[in-house]
């Protein structure tokens, strides 16, 4: 009774807060206690590196105007923030963003970071690039163990989130992680009103507080979901705290492939949304979209019948096929020598997946810095959230394209 209220109302103060109306099949879900109403799938911002400022805009009106109404931005590359910017002109009322405190461009690489003064500069830029004065979630960047949560507690770097609320620029606080005993923390700290998430099937079978594709966690999944994740999911959804889901179909799409799913069978895009969305606690899906056929795709779900979002089926085969790999998330920069890394782990999982082919040489030899220049000083492998081996898949890459 009490949760058919809390939604009664909600969608009461969703239609009163200025949002333009449009026609849309689009579904919201409370964004936790916040008082937000946020679509169910949403928009990951990783594409919009790739696309100039008109076709942003293009890609964001499109999104707006089917009724997706919040976006991720973990990524500080200046391109991604001003396209984003940009796309928003004119509509920056529609869009509820989930921006990241921690998280700067340094040295042409995605950097994370705890130093105050480097996130007042980033942040800044931030707001600047939006063209807006505030960001409704100001999400605390990748907190993935017990000890960088430790840390976090009582810090110049915490204390200057909080003033970011204080001062207004930040409206609610939230923390990105993919341990789910981190998670749980943050769900009982009493300050942290969303969490960003990876969940999809795959990931609810690790065991304990496991990460992602951590050394050996996908060797050994469960077959129902891991006390630790059902303890975060009931709580949340009890204490009304919103999480919003990332790697939603496995970080890379990888659940979509029979041949890199980790569950050795292929689900479908809805099915994996369902199946996230299935949880109370969820507020919405953060989509990766890298263009407009990608949107349209991921829009199906508005229309989807409730056979193709039956996930019971493909879900019943539980054993892993293979140990995990990179999920491109860029963690592991700067690189000492200059290497994109996640662009050329994406570019080899390609290449070993469906073979080496002209197009996929062709964009590794434009790479600025290539793999064989690694010189496996393990620097990466000290950020890297999944515990991937980086110094042998730059081996690997090496032998593949041959510089």
Request: proline content about 4%; glycine content about 8%.
């Amino acid at each position: 009774m009490k949760k058919a209220l809390f939604l009664a109302v909600a969608a009461l103060m969703f239609a009163a807060c200025g949002t333009k109306e449009k026609k849309t099949d689009m579904k919201y879900r409370p964004l936790g206690n916040t008082g937000l109403m946020v679509s169910e799938i949403s928009i990951g911002c990783g594409g919009f590196e790739k696309l100039d400022s008109a076709a942003s805009l293009e890609l964001m009106t499109m999104a707006l105007d089917s009724g997706m109404n919040y976006i991720d931005l973990y990524d500080c590359t200046p391109v991604t923030r001003s396209n984003i910017g940009y796309a928003l002109q004119g509509r920056r009322d529609e869009m509820i963003i989930q921006g990241h405190i921690g998280t700067i461009y340094k040295d042409g690489q995605h950097c994370r970071t705890r130093d105050v003064e480097e996130c007042k500069a980033s942040f800044q830029d931030l707001l600047g690039r939006l063209h807006t004065d505030h960001i409704e979630v100001g999400m605390i960047h990748i907190t993935d163990s017990r000890e960088e949560w430790e840390e976090i507690q009582n810090s110049p770097f915490l204390d200057y989130v909080f003033q970011l609320k204080k001062e207004g620029k930040i409206k609610h606080i939230g923390l990105s992680s993919h341990n789910a005993e981190v998670a749980l923390m943050a769900a009982k700290s009493g300050w942290v009103e969303v969490i960003m998430f990876s969940l999809n099937p795959a990931f609810d079978r690790l065991r304990g507080g496991a990460i992602p594709w951590e050394k050996g966690a996908m060797d050994n999944l469960q077959a129902g979901i891991d006390p630790v994740r059902v303890e975060f999911y009931d709580y949340c959804a009890t204490h009304n705290i919103a999480v919003t889901v990332m790697k939603t179909f496995g970080g890379g799409g990888r659940l979509l492939d029979e041949k890199t799913s980790p569950l050795g069978v292929a689900y479908t895009p809805e099915q994996c949304i369902a199946y996230c969305l299935a949880k109370p606690c969820i507020s919405t899906c953060i989509l990766g979209i890298d263009n407009l056929d990608e949107l349209k795709a991921d829009l199906h779900w508005m229309h989807a019948t409730d056979a193709e979002k039956d996930y019971t089926a493909v879900g019943k085969k539980e054993q892993a096929k293979q140990e995990g790999g990179c999920t491109y998330c860029n963690h592991c920069s700067p690189c000492t020598q200059g290497i994109p890394i996640a662009k050329v782990n994406e570019l080899l999982d390609k290449a070993e997946t469906d073979g080496l082919t002209p197009e996929l040489q062709a964009k590794y030899d434009t790479l600025p810095h290539h793999a064989g220049e690694c010189t496996h000083c393990g620097a990466c492998m000290s950020r890297c959230p999944f515990g991937v081996d980086i110094p042998a898949k730059m081996d690997k890459a090496r032998e593949v394209f041959g510089k």
